[in-house]
């Protein structure tokens, strides 16, 4: 806890501590989404189920594959800096952003799909629905829309990290920033672990 | 800025983690083809708390971490509990 | 630097000069200023508009505004009020300039962040202002924005509901960035027990930053998706619910009420040992009534809807628990009070204000238990008794916690002192002027007169005319303080570094402070606010 050394740079574990914090921010902001989830759901469970029929589970599921995945290669790739092996922690972290893309593509398909058969808010193909199914369109477009946000964000960490470890600005002794993303990066995973059951397997 | 005293947690550690993921994700799939009734969705919602917990304890290193992080992270979940119950305590009843 | 001839020592007023310097400054000392300053403009154009509101309700119907225009200023008064200048008020310039050096601190956790926050809050300030004059007109829907009418009305509600996001994105940072800096830059020594409380509230307050202020972020943003895209989750012809907006809003909303309070009594808590030169009564009390008031500041939202239909027994749930939150409030009330009791007290201005703060907050206060118990809510929602009770307790409380503040801390920042004549005639202004302004509205809401009205019955009209010259007074007031402060803090006498005899350590460094605060980090061995030892440094 004692300060008794200055520099300039922001030691490990006070960036560490900003970030844990930014991510709760991040929770709650899904949270209140989560809340809208939870109230819907218990007013029309009749209609969720039914929506999420919809819903293509075999992308879910490959999708939710891909994050695991993905999130483990971040956390290798950790290890691997830490090991001053720089080589296989880019190649990780490069492993990890195509699969980011893999999953965007995914995603790419799954809502063109449903743009193609004319369902999405506003359309009128689902104003015809009842209720407790527009809620849930509603709900999936906002949630996968909004974590599909942060995929885009969590990449560009990545991509950033991958060349400051190229140009030795993050080494084996200094990561702080590959760990923030890769502390960031699993967040993304953490909300679709949620998002997949609640939107995909409730049929 | 240096990092010091990080726990290193090594490439087959991960893998195990990974592993354990997969089969629970897997049977959160299966779970939904055995019908259970209006349990569906807790039984979804505890192996996504499982997975979740291991991704943060594992992956997120918290394991790793200092006492404090952890009952930050711990009471940040519990407070979103207690929010979404408070909440219910309107719906329930309505 | 000893080679420079200058009349006075370097600090970090003037180790570097011009706008530019300002602009682009990580240090904590100047964007807290940068913070006041902006603040300073936005309260005055809020308050303005206050008046001129006021000036429309002198007498019954429409005298200088029409119904519409009337809307929408106290939509615009709102907004600018509760985002601009009193969620961020107190942590963001106070907080900003004293947290690193109470704490023994060169500064906080992450400098650029700060200033980043800064942009940001600036940002969001100019949509909110922009709403008011891009074309359409000015957004009409009350600062609550309450669904359906926030989802339909023509106005530029996207702008104003952006405005708060960013607001409220700002606000976030800054509690992150005070959190870090309290577990991670605290001076050697200094434990949590040793902390000043205002470093303590300033705690309580970030954490609900961080964790209330992302589900209105998501609010907001679900309402602008309900405008633009037709999501419709509020919407009851699509199947949504609009009470559901009102759980999320006041879920935030309300412990945004303890973001600006918390501070507030954090203030008055420092001043209060000073100029009674004794302890603080109960410090361990203290520190943990602010950590409860912030835990069960969370778990009360529900007392705003009341009135909005929500199940019988979360209402009883809601009004139960807004009950206890008086309990810790209490508790602070008396440890103010304990803490004068047998002390040298010394009436400056700072205390003069600090005291008021004590008076109105408990009306305030008390008159908040009227409307948190269900049936006497019923008939005071949406009255103009609600008004004035939170005006109590907002501006009674938390305004004058800010000017007991800048009171306090003025000589300090600037390294001069304003004259105290003044002060203390622009307090018996605002004193009074407050009083009469908001103390009528309590009256004819119990008579039964609606909020958000241009226009009303004539039978109210002397509690009305009343309030309106209580404005007057009030602006008089505020102009004469803010004369004084401006004119002295470039030709003020010079001030020494502790006039006031302070003890904590903003106090134990020079007027104005270096630019790195201390030359040399210090080592706590003692609590604070221990007036009998004199202070080794």
Known sequence: MSTTEHSEHIDSDTGKLGMWLFLFTELFLFGGLFIVYAVMRSKYAADFHHAALELNAFIGATNTVVLLVSSMTVAMSLTAIQQKKAGKAMGLLLITLILAGVFMVNKYFEWGHKFEIHLYPGSDVMKSMPHGEIMFFGLYYMMTGLHAIHVIIGGILLTVVIFKINSGKINAEHYLLQENSALYWHLVDLIWIFLFPLLYLIT | ?94 | MTNTVTKEPLNYLNHETGLWSWLTSTDHKRIGLLYMYSITVFFCVAAILGLLMRIEKMAPGQTIMTAQTYNGMFTIHGIIMIFIVVIPGLAAVFGNIFLPIMIGAKDVAFPKLNLFSWYLFMTGAMLGLYSQFANGHSPDTGWTFYVPYSAEASSNVVVALTAAFVLGFASILTGLNFIVTIHRMRAPGMTWFRMPLFPWSLYATAWIQLLATPIVGITLLMVIAERTLHIGFFDPSLGGDPVLYQHLFWIYSHPAVYVMILPAMGVVTEIFPTFSQKPVFGYVPIVFSSMAIALVGYFVWGHHMFTSGMSYESRWFFSFLTFLVAIPSAIKVFNWLSTMYGGSVDLKPPLLFAISFIFLFTIGGFTGLALGSLATNIQLHNTEFVVAHFHYIIFGGMGFAFFAAIHYWFPKIYGRMYSFKWANISWGFLFVGFNLLYFPLFIVGIQGMPRRYFDYDPKFQLGEALSTIGAFILIIGLIGMITNLIYHSRRGAIAPANPWHGVTLEWQIPSPPPHENFDEIPVITHEPYRFDHPHTN
Request: positive net charge; proline residues 0%; without cysteine.
């Open chain 2, 1 to 94: 800025m240096k990092n010091h005293d990080n726990h290193i947690s090594s490439d087959s550690a991960n893998w195990t983690v990974l592993l354990i993921l997969l089969i629970l994700t897997t049977l959160s799939i299966l779970a939904i083809k055995i019908h259970v009734g209006a349990f569906t969705v807790a039984l979804a919602l505890l192996l996504a708390s499982v997975k979740v917990t291991i991704v943060l304890t594992y992956f997120m290193h918290l394991k790793f971490e200092n006492l404090l992080l952890r009952l930050m992270v711990g009471g940040v979940f519990l407070l979103f509990a207690i929010v979404i119950a408070i909440t219910f305590i309107d719906y329930y009843f309505r």
